[in-house]
Nanobody, 115 residues
Framework: EVQLVESGGGRVQAGGSLRLSCAAS????????IGWFRQAPGKEREGISC????????YYADSVKGRFTISSDNAKNTVYLQMNSLKREDTAVYYC????????WGQGTQVTVSS
């Protein structure tokens, strides 16, 4: 059974940093594409970053480019999202997702950025 478990969320002041983790199990962690999404209250879920194991390519939405960094540790079956220079508008529930549609989703982790 494929499982994704996010952790690392919390409350931080604007300008601060957090590192989110997405621990994966139930599939071969050497051929995957895992993305990070977020959903703020009253807004649609948006994709913000993705990493592909095949060529190590990464993607960032304009809203997080230059501030967030996605990485993976295949030995730990974990994908990370380092979030720096956090802004109030980064407040959301953050999810990781494996694969396309429908794919597999984690349960989410709350990130709250206060001024």
């Amino acid at each position: 059974e494929v499982q994704l478990v996010e952790s690392g969320g919390g409350r931080v002041q604007a300008g601060g940093s957090l590192r989110l983790s997405c621990a994966a199990s139930g599939f071969t962690f050497d051929d995957y594409a895992i993305g990070w999404f977020r959903q703020a209250p009253g807004k649609e879920r948006e994709g913000i970053s993705c990493i592909s194991s095949g060529d190590g390519s990464t993607y960032y939405a304009d809203s997080v480019k230059g501030r967030f960094t996605i990485s993976s540790d295949n030995a730990k079956n974990t994908v990370y999202l380092q979030m720096n220079s956090l802004k109030r508008e980064d407040t959301a529930v953050y999810y990781c997702k494996l694969g396309g549609n429908p794919g597999y989703w984690g349960q989410g982790t709350q990130v709250t950025v206060s001024s």
